[in-house]
T-cell receptor
Framework: QKEVEQNSGPLSVPEGAIASLNCTYSDRGSQSFFWYRQYSGKSPELIMSIYSNGDKEDGRFTAQLNKASQYVSLLIRDSQPSDSATYLCAVNGGYGSNNNDMRFGAGTRLTVKP | DARVTQTPRHKVTEMGQEVTMRCQPILGHNTVFWYRQTMMQGLELLAYFRNRAPLDDSGMPKDRFSAEMPDATLATLKIQPSEPRDSAVYFC?????????????????FGEGSWLTVV
């Protein structure tokens, strides 16, 4: 079992819809959770971070964390074609970790159709 | 504009040749990561350093890969001999270190990557 799992997609949504991206992780002691966006041919860039159970909103993005279920999600409201990219879930910290490593999921490819 | 700098950006080499990739972390960052990204495996952590000391290289094939930090402004990843299965994008990333879990305030920042093709 991989440490961080994501559905690889592709996920296709129409413009203006809500895109929902999901991620599960295996290390119950994980402490920090991140969503990165990666455009084709580019490097990953941070878009959201979350540390506590519940929701965290930033503009059109909402991250959701449920530590009991070891589940993180990212909602993108009013999806735009410019949101088309691969979204990487990343997890930091945990049992046996010295808190500086970051483990990534394989990413979910999102396409927003005009 | 602070950023992680990687060279070369693209490299095509023949199987068996040595490949060296270089990374200059963001000034003041003392934790450096090497990741490899492929379609099949996604982003894999190969190794990382704190204050130039290797902390974890368990993700790196030891027989052909080596990672070093000769000084605080330079990290290197070497493959010798290279094989076609090493073809991937190799990302260097850096962050500040204070032993707490990473946060948005001290998350990792990626370089633009070195695109390696071994034929």
């Amino acid at each position: 079992q991989k440490e961080v799992e994501q559905n690889s997609g592709p996920l296709s949504v129409p413009e203006g819809a809500i895109a929902s991206l999901n991620c599960t992780y295996s290390d119950r002691g994980s402490q920090s959770f991140f969503w990165y966006r990666q455009y084709s041919g580019k490097s990953p860039e941070l878009i959201m971070s979350i540390y506590s159970n519940g929701d965290k909103e930033d503009g059109r993005f909402t991250a959701q964390l449920n530590k009991a279920s070891q589940y993180v999600s990212l909602l993108i409201r009013d999806s735009q074609p410019s949101d088309s990219a691969t979204y990487l879930c990343a997890v930091n910290g945990g049992y046996g970790s010295n808190n500086n490593d970051m483990r990534f999921g394989a990413g979910t490819r999102l396409t927003v159709k005009p | 504009d602070a950023r992680v700098t990687q060279t070369p950006r693209h490299k095509v080499t023949e199987m068996g040749q040595e490949v060296t990739m270089r990374c200059q972390p963001i000034l003041g960052h003392n934790t450096v990561f090497w990741y490899r990204q492929t379609m099949m495996q996604g982003l894999e952590l190969l190794a990382y350093f704190r204050n130039r000391a290797p902390l974890d290289d368990s993700g790196m094939p030891k027989d052909r890969f080596s990672a070093e930090m000769p000084d605080a402004t330079l990290a290197t990843l070497k493959i010798q001999p290279s094989e076609p299965r090493d073809s991937a994008v190799y990302f260097c990333a850096s962050s500040t270190n204070d032993r707490r879990p990473l946060s948005s305030g001290n998350t990792i920042y990626f370089g633009e990557g070195s695109w390696l093709t071994v034929v």
